[in-house]
């Protein structure tokens, strides 16, 4: 009977440091996930504010996007995979929608309106476009933090 009790007792140990590391990895994947969404927005939002401040500080800003967005694209699609095994499937498909809307949406008509910008062409729409992409970027991206914050158990319903 010793022996039987002892033997649950180590399963039951080994099962909850197996669910400690899996929290500990929820809570490091939210961490990661928000500081690489944040640095995306920011690059993304850099690149429209500075349309509309100087060509030179637009230029340097696109620059550093047009080299970086690639990369930052995948590197969210990654997190996307690793959400499909580490959250609920309400925050997994939320981020999924939202590099979706990213990658399909907004990096095109950034890309689109930022190549086509010519040297003399001023900041005509450039405001309007800044102020509605950080709008939706912060929901969006508060939104999905939010989910997740939730299922990895940081914040409460």
């Known amino acids: 009977m010793n022996e039987r009790r002892a033997v649950q007792r180590r399963q039951a140990e080994e099962a909850l440091a197996r669910d400690s590391k899996f ?4 809570a490091d994947f939210l961490d990661r996930l928000s500081t690489d969404l944040w640095r995306l927005a920011g690059r993304l939002l850099a690149v429209s504010y500075y349309a509309t401040q100087s060509s030179e500080q637009f230029s340097e800003a696109w620059r550093r996007y047009d080299e970086a967005s690639f990369d930052e694209l995948f590197g969210l699609r990654a997190h996307v995979s690793q959400a499909q ?30 190549r086509s910008m010519s040297s003399d062409a001023g900041s005509e729409g450039w405001s309007t476009f800044h102020t509605a992409t ?11 933090l939010h989910t997740i914050a939730i299922d990895v158990g940081v914040i409460h319903r």
């Open 23 to 26: 929290i500990a990895a929820q």
């Open 134 to 144: 950080m709008g939706q970027l912060f929901t969006r991206i508060d939104t999905v």
């Open 85 to 114: 095994r580490m959250v609920s499937d309400s925050g997994s498909e939320q981020l999924s929608d939202l590099h979706t809307w990213i990658f399909g949406e907004l990096d095109p008509a950034l890309t689109m309106k930022a």
